[in-house]
């Protein structure tokens, strides 16, 4: 079965340093990726997609991510975190089979020291 | 500016109570959601609907049903509230065909439900 998979349940960076949150995923085929932002009280927002092409998508608020199919990643990075990046990151692909269904990950929890 | 809006923020219900979850989006699109989101298990998907009045299980249905009589509209209901439903409700809204996962789906801020 497919699933998704982000090591990190909490991270904490200082502001201003680089960000890196994990995901992982199994899928047979070229998978559609998504990472998701929740901030506090809020619901989630698109970051960045990935169907297909050029292997690094850049995405809003200054983020990036990776795909590396030989290690069915989908990293999200960002050269510099700012407070306001604190908040839960959510990696997602879409499920097999056009089902129109996405398969979220656990969820990763930004914690940003000033 | 694209908007899913959902009935209430938080909710407390007893045990055995019937419960209605709403959600309204503003965009005209096809497709509507209901996950729910527990810590440590990301979000999970409990129906979705594709057009009016037609609907697909998602991945943990047992316990939940839904109506869509409108486009803009998509209801969740608990037909006999239990503990375990405790947790927090979000509506999405998608646009374009019913079966593809290529378009952004625009979530609500979701209803943190109690069930004591």
């Known amino acids: 079965a497919q699933s998704v998979t982000q090591p990190d349940i909490h991270i904490t960076v200082s502001e201003g340093a680089s960000l890196e949150l994990r995901c992982n995923y199994s899928?047979?085929?070229?998978?559609?990726l998504f990472w998701y932002v929740q901030s506090p009280g809020q619901g989630l927002q698109l970051l960045l997609k990935?169907?297909?092409?050029?292997?690094l998508v850049q995405g809003i608020k200054g983020f990036e991510a990776e795909f590396k199919r030989s290690q069915s990643s989908f990293n999200l990075r960002k050269p510099s975190v700012h407070w306001s990046d604190a908040a839960e990151y959510f990696c997602?692909?879409?499920?097999?089979?056009?089902?129109?269904?996405?398969?979220f990950g656990q969820g990763t929890t930004l914690q940003v020291k000033p | 500016d694209v908007k899913v809006t959902q009935s209430s923020r938080y909710l407390v219900k007893r045990t055995g109570e019937k419960v209605f979850l709403e959600c309204v989006q503003d965009m005209d699109h096809e497709n509507m959601f209901w996950y729910r989101q527990d810590p440590g298990l990301g979000l999970r998907l409990i129906y979705f609907?594709?057009?009016?009045?037609?609907?697909e299980k998602g991945d943990i249905p047992e316990g939940y049903s839904v109506s869509r009589e409108k486009k803009e509209r998509f209801s969740l209901i608990l037909e006999s509230a239990s503990t375990n439903q405790t947790s927090m409700y979000l509506c999405a809204s998608r646009d374009g065909l019913a079966f593809s996962s290529y378009n952004e789906q625009f979530f609500g801020p979701g209803t943190r439900l109690t069930v004591l």
């Open positions: 990935y169907f297909s092409g050029d292997t």
């Open positions: 899928y047979g085929a070229t998978p559609y």
């Open positions: 997602a692909v879409a499920a097999s089979g056009n089902t129109g269904k996405l398969i």
């Open positions: 609907s594709y057009d009016v009045k037609m609907k």
